[in-house]
């Protein structure tokens, strides 16, 4: 073809060979269409193989795209001073398939966090994974960092986190991960972590975070304790701090989401007691594996349409509405006073 000959670029796609009278021309916003000049019309689609196209990549280097005085896109070649109107970048198009506009979710209970990640470059973001040690935590922290990003583990146990990272070097040996020492439940342990983590001079875009809440139940009695109870307490606490967290610092664009990855997935949760263990050895063949249960942090981590939104809940990376307590804004307020006022004066809070 002319075009490509000129610039020095033959197509040898016979499939594309234009029938005599055509000819094949560019738009400024580089879709190709297709002009006639004997029966004087223009159509997006080839003549030929009806596909529609657009080009991909640059011009070549010492070329300019211009337009002239009738809107017609033409191209300069400073380096042999010359001019043409066929786009020499037509050697590099691609087909242009229009996606049929489904109803199906992108991705649901099934879609695994490396799914999820196929393709993305993550490097120079900075993520911090709680409990990166084990379970979802850990599929969590090694799909970020097989996928480019900087990956801090924050563990309690620096045994554990430094196998943790051993294993995801031994899957990559180029992979950016570290461990830290974060133990959750001391508080100056956080404060020490975040310390240490502000030393470092990075910023993380990325932080890895379900009845009627009764607040004078949130620490009961020994008597009153009841594991599965408190357990699931903490879960909606979970919900209703993301919800403030996200009110009180979106302003300042940082935004957070509550997730659920999934139901009884054999992690360590079930270690605790023996009857968790059988109950979570049934349904291991029901329920989602680790990486799937990794999927729903991943996606609201990293989803170009979450991008500065937040306050929301998530369960196999489709936005839910949790139950109508989870949803509380007064709850929400009311939670996060407490964990002030419970912060005051404890060892390593804040001073009162
Ligand atoms: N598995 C499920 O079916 C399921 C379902 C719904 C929600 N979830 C939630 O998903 C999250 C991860 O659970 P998982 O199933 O992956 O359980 P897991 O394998 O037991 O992992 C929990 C992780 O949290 C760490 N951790 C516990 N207490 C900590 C503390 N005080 N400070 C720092 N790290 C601490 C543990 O570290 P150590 O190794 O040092 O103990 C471990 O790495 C939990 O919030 C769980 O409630 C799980």
Request: proline share 5%.
């Amino acid at each position: 073809m002319a075009a490509l000959r000129y610039a020095g670029l033959d197509d040898t796609d016979s499939e594309d060979e234009l029938p005599p009278g055509w000819e094949q021309r560019t738009t400024k916003d580089g879709w190709v269409y297709y002009a006639n000049h004997t029966e004087e019309k223009t159509q997006w689609e080839h003549p030929k193989t009806g596909k529609r196209k657009r080009i991909a990549g640059d011009l070549p280097y010492g070329w300019e795209q211009e337009t002239d005085e009738n809107g017609q896109v033409f191209f300069v070649d400073h380096i042999n001073k010359r001019t043409t109107y066929l786009d020499p970048r037509l050697a590099f198009t691609v087909d242009d398939n229009p996606t049929k506009p489904t109803t199906r979710q992108r991705y649901d209970g099934s879609t695994t966090a490396m799914e999820i990640l196929q393709g993305r470059d993550l490097s120079g973001k900075v993520v911090v994974v709680t409990g990166a040690n084990s379970g979802i935590g850990f599929e969590t922290a090694k799909s970020f960092a097989l996928h480019g990003a900087h990956v801090i583990l924050a563990c309690r146990n620096m045994a554990r986190a430094s196998e943790a990272v051993s294993r995801i070097l031994g899957e990559w040996h180029k992979a950016k991960v570290e461990a830290m020492t974060l133990d959750l439940a001391l508080l100056r342990s956080v404060q020490h972590f975040a310390q240490a983590f502000k030393a470092k001079n990075v910023f993380t875009d990325i932080n890895d975070s379900s009845g009627k809440l009764d607040f004078s139940r949130l620490s009961p009695s020994k008597s009153d304790y009841w594991a599965m109870l408190a357990y699931n307490r903490s879960k909606l606490c979970n919900i209703l701090f993301s919800n403030e967290l996200h009110r009180r610092l979106s302003p300042r664009g940082v935004t957070s989401n509550a997730v659920h990855p999934g139901n009884m997935m054999y992690s360590a949760l079930h270690r605790g007691w023996w009857v968790y263990t059988l109950l979570f050895t049934l349904a291991r063949p029901f329920t989602k594996s680790m990486q799937q249960g990794a999927a729903t942090t991943v996606y609201c981590a990293v989803a170009p349409e979450l991008e500065g939104l937040g306050g929301m809940y998530f369960n196999s990376c489709c936005r839910c509405l949790p139950s109508a307590e989870a949803q509380s804004e007064d709850s929400a307020r009311a939670l996060w006073a407490l964990s002030e006022r419970l912060l005051q004066g404890a060892p390593g809070g804040p001073p009162s």
